[in-house]
């Protein structure tokens, strides 16, 4: 099985659960922007009450979850980690946190039909620059970059206001210079 044969596959278990979720990282940018190879998924999830229990038990065959859940230092969150028999991908379950930007962008996250039957949660493209640029590093930056190249139409007082908050305002104007050179 294949990284993206087992996200498809666990997306399909969270929408069947109706454990609320939206796919960040790469894979949203990728919808938004200029598509690049990833080995990795992830995404965020509102797991209340027995949710990552009842998602364990239902995981496909060819999933299995780490023992030991990881702290991730950016919005101060857990995560778990998903590993897929005879490969190197990895799928990482973010847990939604409290951080204000999270759950904004977790209260605006959007619906789109990636496949034929399957509906699957993505933050919006202005909340995909926002996070992108939080995280700061260069594979992110030139994801910005490549979402500013293709979408015509953002919201940039909503961009601006959380980057004015995250203090990335700077990182948010270079990109948009880069955008414009092409």
């Not at 919006?124 to 939080?134: F, G, M, N, P, S």
Request: hydrophobic share 40%; net charge negative; with cysteine.
């Amino acid at each position: 099985m294949t990284g993206n044969d087992a996200l498809l596959k666990l997306l399909v278990v969270l929408n069947r659960l109706s454990i609320p979720y939206m796919l960040v990282g790469s894979y949203s940018s990728n919808i938004y922007g200029i598509p690049r190879m990833t080995m990795d998924a992830d995404l965020v999830l509102q797991l209340d009450g027995d949710a990552l229990s009842e998602l364990n038990k239902n995981l496909p065959k060819g999933l299995s979850l780490a023992e030991q859940s990881f702290f991730e230092t950016v919005t101060a969150t857990q995560k778990e980690l998903l590993r897929i028999d005879g490969t190197d991908f990895l799928i990482e379950l973010f847990h939604l946190s409290s951080d204000p930007f999270d759950q904004t962008r977790f209260k605006r996250r959007v619906q789109s039909e990636i496949m034929e039957d399957l509906q699957v949660w993505f933050p919006t493209a202005e909340d995909v620059i926002i996070q992108k640029l939080r995280w700061a590093r260069n594979k992110d930056f030139d994801d910005v970059v490549a979402i500013l190249r293709v979408q015509t139409s953002l919201d940039f007082d909503h961009i601006n206001h959380w980057c004015g908050l995250h203090e990335t305002l700077p990182l948010l104007d270079k990109a948009r210079a880069e955008a414009d050179e092409s």
